[in-house]
């Protein structure tokens, strides 16, 4: 048994990370300074997007797709039942509806023929908020056509894969989040994703109006650029105009005007600052991630206790390894018990006691609920030993060889 825990990601914070952080902390800017560009200028060129913009965290991100997109009560949107509830939360905070449909039981992603289904019996389907779940990334190519056929707009979900990629029809790399066929795609910053900087989140797009209303969106709907402004220079002045001897053309450097109902999604200057930092070493981790999956999947493959796993696959940027086993629980309280703090994701969200209010119920998405069932997600990330590893997977194989 080993005495430090293994738990199933963790963050790698280099000296490098606090030298940049402890730099802004002595710099005049905390807060809506430099570095947000700086971060969304190499993030956008990281992906391969033409825009970015960085917000407070990855929820902070759905929601203000959504707003921007334009969801409103009585539009549907399709997503996938097994992610983070807020992959489907951020419709309901626009006021529309969700739908999930069921996954692919080899990909674990959202199954493109049952979205096809609920789009031939649903009228009023908007969008799709598809899932690169694990680091897998999601085929948006086939997804694009299918949105295209029925006029819905894509956000992609790339909280689990910056770094990935798909190949499209033309055998070119197509990196989660480039926009070549999603809208909008979101990224998160939460310390057991690829590139951490405590909390935070970003949006990327190739659509300049949207990334402009983003802009906006995310300080409280306030415009300070004079080309935008609605209201006239004399209201902008107020009653000091009476005390001027002329009339203005221009307004004053004070003036700005509230044109949405905006929030407050900012990122400070100092997480920015780390997550450019963590950026640098992304691909680094991306390749230890790579040789780590590369190595389950080895040890794992002709076992009869594994029903499915994460796999060998080109492009996945492996946030998560995910073995299907036997006996679940039990091998979840044997790892516990040696130190291994595996995960389950996810509870599948149509389940959660919310939206079961809206209808959905067991056995409404088969495949989702069987790969629950036996779903585990081993420890993954960049800095996890040689030695770690082999730890796991010999208490795995002990398990079962004793059951």
């Given at each position: 048994m080993?005495?430090?825990?293994?738990?199933?990601?963790?963050?790698?914070?280099?000296?490098?990370?606090?030298?940049?952080?402890?730099?802004?902390?002595?710099?005049?800017?905390?807060t809506?300074g430099?570095?947000?560009?700086?971060?969304?200028?190499?993030?956008?060129e990281?992906?391969?997007?033409?825009y970015?913009?960085?917000?407070?965290?990855?929820?902070?991100?759905?929601?203000?797709c959504?707003?921007?997109?334009?969801?409103?009560?009585?539009d549907?949107?399709i997503t996938?039942p097994?992610?983070?509830?807020a992959?489907?939360?951020?419709?309901?905070?626009?006021?529309?509806?969700?739908?999930?449909?069921?996954?692919d039981?080899?990909?674990?992603?959202?199954d493109?023929n049952?979205?096809e289904?609920?789009?031939?019996k649903e009228?009023?389907?908007?969008?799709?908020?598809p899932?690169?779940?694990?680091?897998?990334?999601v085929?948006?190519?086939?997804?694009?056509?299918?949105?295209?056929?029925?006029?819905?707009?894509i956000?992609?979900?790339?909280?689990?894969?910056?770094?990935?990629?798909?190949?499209?029809s033309?055998?070119?790399?197509?990196?989660?989040?480039n926009?070549?066929?999603?809208?909008?795609?979101?990224?998160?910053?939460?310390?057991?994703?690829?590139?951490?900087a405590?909390?935070?989140?970003?949006?990327?797009?190739n659509?300049?109006?949207?990334?402009?209303?983003?802009?906006?969106?995310?300080?409280?709907?306030?415009?300070?650029?004079?080309?935008?402004?609605?209201n006239?220079?004399d209201i902008?002045?107020?009653k000091?105009?009476?005390?001027?001897?002329?009339k203005p053309?221009?307004f004053?450097?004070?003036?700005?005007?509230?044109?949405?109902?905006?929030?407050?999604?900012?990122?400070?200057?100092?997480?920015?600052?780390?997550?450019n930092?963590?950026?640098?070493?992304?691909?680094?981790?991306?390749k230890?991630?790579n040789?780590?999956?590369?190595?389950?999947?080895?040890?794992?493959?002709?076992k009869?206790?594994?029903?499915?796993?994460?796999?060998?696959?080109?492009?996945?940027?492996?946030?998560?390894?995910v073995?299907?086993?036997?006996?679940?629980?039990?091998l979840y309280?044997h790892?516990?018990?040696?130190?291994?703090?595996?995960?389950?994701h996810?509870?599948?969200?149509?389940?959660?006691p919310?939206?079961?209010?809206?209808g959905?119920?067991?056995?409404?998405l088969?495949?989702?609920?069987?790969?629950?069932?036996?779903?585990?997600?081993?420890?993954?990330?960049?800095?996890?030993?040689?030695?770690?590893q082999?730890f796991?997977?010999?208490?795995?194989?002990n398990?079962?060889?004793?059951?």
């Amino acid at each position: 048994m080993t005495n430090k825990p293994i738990p199933y990601g963790r963050q790698n914070i280099t000296q490098k990370d606090i030298d940049a952080v402890v730099e802004v902390l002595k710099s005049d800017y905390l807060t809506q300074g430099p570095q947000i560009a700086a971060f969304e200028k190499a993030f956008a060129e990281y992906v391969c997007s033409k825009y970015a913009v960085a917000v407070a965290n990855g929820t902070a991100a759905l929601h203000l797709c959504t707003i921007a997109l334009g969801v409103q009560p009585g539009d549907i949107v399709i997503t996938t039942p097994i992610t983070f509830a807020a992959s489907a939360n951020c419709v309901r905070y626009a006021g529309g509806d969700v739908i999930f449909a069921d996954i692919d039981p080899k990909t674990y992603l959202l199954d493109l023929n049952k979205v096809e289904e609920i789009l031939k019996k649903e009228k009023n389907v908007k969008g799709f908020i598809p899932v690169d779940f694990a680091g897998r990334a999601v085929d948006l190519e086939a997804l694009r056509k299918l949105a295209d056929r029925y006029n819905c707009w894509i956000i992609e979900d790339s909280c689990h894969a910056p770094g990935g990629y798909f190949e499209d029809s033309e055998g070119q790399k197509q990196l989660c989040g480039n926009g070549q066929f999603a809208d909008l795609a979101i990224f998160s910053f939460h310390p057991v994703k690829h590139i951490a900087a405590g909390e935070g989140g970003m949006i990327t797009t190739n659509d300049e109006k949207l990334y402009k209303k983003l802009l906006t969106l995310r300080t409280h709907g306030i415009i300070k650029d004079d080309a935008s402004f609605k209201n006239s220079v004399d209201i902008a002045y107020g009653k000091q105009l009476e005390t001027l001897n002329f009339k203005p053309e221009t307004f004053p450097g004070w003036y700005y005007e509230m044109q949405y109902l905006g929030y407050n999604c900012r990122l400070t200057d100092f997480q920015a600052a780390l997550g450019n930092s963590q950026l640098k070493q992304a691909d680094e981790g991306l390749k230890r991630r790579n040789e780590i999956a590369q190595t389950y999947f080895d040890t794992f493959k002709s076992k009869p206790f594994i029903k499915g796993q994460s796999g060998v696959v080109e492009g996945h940027a492996y946030h998560l390894y995910v073995v299907e086993v036997e006996n679940r629980k039990e091998l979840y309280e044997h790892l516990r018990a040696n130190n291994i703090f595996a995960q389950i994701h996810y509870v599948p969200v149509h389940l959660m006691p919310y939206y079961k209010q809206f209808g959905w119920k067991n056995g409404d998405l088969l495949v989702a609920e069987k790969y629950y069932s036996q779903c585990i997600s081993l420890p993954m990330f960049p800095t996890l030993t040689n030695k770690e590893q082999e730890f796991v997977i010999n208490c795995i194989n002990n398990f079962y060889n004793n059951k």
